[in-house]
């Protein structure tokens, strides 16, 4: 029976990717700071602890595993990432938990090593004009991301290049383009766009309104966490080297994806655009080079991933009522 090690296994991507691997027949070892808030792990064995501790971090990969796919991070959405409020803790606690889970991974002896980055990686200026964002992936550089988050991401990307290079292991690096789906954030001030949304017009009358950040005519592309986790699976297992997006390239504005969540509720909501964080204008995931490598990219219908999203937070809220403004 083939290992697997999944740093970040009580968030929201890490907890899907547990159940994949369990299904696939892989002995699964997770590891994070808790457990996942709405579902029971399929772990095998989850070790509950801080990562940014190197010696709990050695407890934890104390054997050799097969894949070993590093999801832990300190991240939340546009609420949480671009207020600088967060800044220096995000940058310290990935970047200290990113340089512990690779070290004691090279010290092991285990090759394969998966890290998932973002699209926030990419340069704040390629992403002005809304309706033709440039996503692509050499376009990282020269660097010049919009937020500490991204800095760090593109720095640990570095690291693990670095020790693909120069010790011989076998990284393989995602940048990921908004991840969404039943089972993640919706509440509490790190959730995303497409969680948020959900949130506020499931707690809305027919009729009423929800706050948006902006104008709306912000440009952004959503992939659901089943995608996410097919073509991470697909990455791992591959012979690519270099970062890969994986996101969807079905760029929708703020606006749009809100009619398409009140649509699925019935409803009618009008939209009240107020100040707020807001990150780059436009962001689409360019997939031209996961396809030309990989010979897949994502392919399911935004609307689709909605449906499924919207009924899992609509019974959330039911059971724990949420003001509209939230």
Known sequence: ??????????????????????????WVRGADLKRHEYSDTEAHDFMVGDLRDPYFCRQVIDRRFDEVYQLAADMGGAGFIFTGENDADIMHNSATINLNVLDACYKRLIRRVFYSSSACVYPAHNQEDPDNPNCEESSAYPAAPDSEYGWEKLFSERLYLTYSRCYGMDTRIARYHNIFGPEGTWTG?????????????????????????????????????????????????????????????????????????????????????MPGPLGVRGRNSDNRRIEQELGWKPSLPLVEGLRATYAWIEQQAQQQPLGVAA
């Not at 029976?1 to 027949?25: D, P, Q, S, T, Y």
């Not at 949304?197 to 950040?213: S, T």
């Not at 952004?220 to 591959?238: A, D, I, K, N």
């Open 1 to 26: 029976m083939k290992a697997a090690l999944v740093c970040g296994a009580g968030g929201f991507i890490g907890g899907h990717l547990v159940r994949r691997l369990r299904a696939e027949g892989y």
């Open 189 to 273: 001030g790190r959730e995303k766009a497409p969680a948020a949304l959900c949130r506020k017009i499931a707690a809305a009358p027919n009729g009423g309104a929800i706050e948006i950040w902006g104008d709306g005519r912000q440009t952004r592309s959503f992939l659901h966490v089943s995608e996410c986790v097919e073509g991470t699976l697909r990455l791992m297992r591959s012979d690519v080297r270099f970062p890969l997006n994986i996101g969807s390239d079905e760029m929708v504005t703020i606006n749009q994806l809100a009619d398409l969540i009140a649509e699925i509720a019935g409803k009618r909501i009008e939209k009240r655009h």
